[in-house]
């Protein structure tokens, strides 16, 4: 790929259906050269996860007040256009932007390549291909790593490398696929569901760590038969 957009997610979990984009971050790369950043903070509607802040330093007051996905996937994809995209583990960042693409409504379907299947292939002697670990045997200089923006930037710097290293003999791996990950649009919080679950709230004393209005259907399910199995049901 002469052109392409390097693309990496900071997100509250592993599971794109039910966790959160925290952070985006992006580079437009053409013949090798940085040509243009994306960067955004996401309000992800919930308390982050401590695990999450000990792993990435992504704080709730970082986030606090960004704009929410809904706002922020529809300037990344005018950000992408229609360039392949370029990743580590690139099917996971793709699934939660595939989510929050449909959610919206939005088609979005790339092409794309991926340093971790390439890796896996070309430098299969090595004992891991975490991303930190091929920066280390490249001596790629890593400042923040599991900061989206920056993880996206080394990600180019590393698939550069490897493809001057093994594009001759390895052709094929270097060519970008489609992607194919299948998402469903989730439905918002029902008016009803609103009401009773803030009912169940207050019923029980309880602080809901989730804002509201972020809720899907499923999501407001899932919280109210929780508060249910641990609280009760309210008696009127």
């Known amino acids: 790929m002469k052109e392409y957009i390097v693309v990496d997610l900071e997100t509250t979990g592993l599971a794109p259906k039910t966790d959160r984009i925290l952070e985006v ?27 999450i802040t000990q792993l990435t330093g992504i704080t709730d007051s970082m986030v606090q007040g960004q704009p929410m996905i809904d706002t922020v996937i ?99 791996l270097f060519v970008p696929v489609q992607l194919q990950y299948k998402a469903k649009k989730q439905a918002a919080i029902t008016n009803a569901q609103k009401g009773y679950l803030n009912d169940l709230l207050k019923y029980h004393k309880i602080k809901c760590d989730m804002q509201m209005e972020s809720l899907t259907k499923s999501e407001a399910s899932r919280l109210i038969d929780g508060i249910i199995l641990q609280y009760g049901k309210i008696i009127r």
């Open 74 to 172: 529809r300037e990344f994809i005018e950000f992408a256009g229609e360039l392949p995209l370029l990743g580590h583990n690139l099917m996971f960042d793709y699934a939660f932007l595939k989510h929050a693409a449909v959610n919206q409504k939005i088609t979005f379907e790339r092409m794309g390549m991926d340093t971790l299947k390439i890796s896996r292939k070309v430098l299969a002697e090595l004992p891991s291909r975490k991303l930190g670990e091929l920066c280390s045997y490249y001596h790629i200089p890593q400042q923040r790593a599991h900061r989206a923006d920056e993880d996206a930037y080394v990600t180019a710097i590393l698939y550069e490398k490897m493809k001057e290293q093994f594009k001759e003999n390895e052709p094929e």
């Open 25 to 51: 971050g992006a580079w437009k790369v053409e013949n090798g050269g940085f040509v243009q950043k994306f960067h955004r903070m996401v309000d992800p509607g919930m308390k982050i996860p401590e695990r």
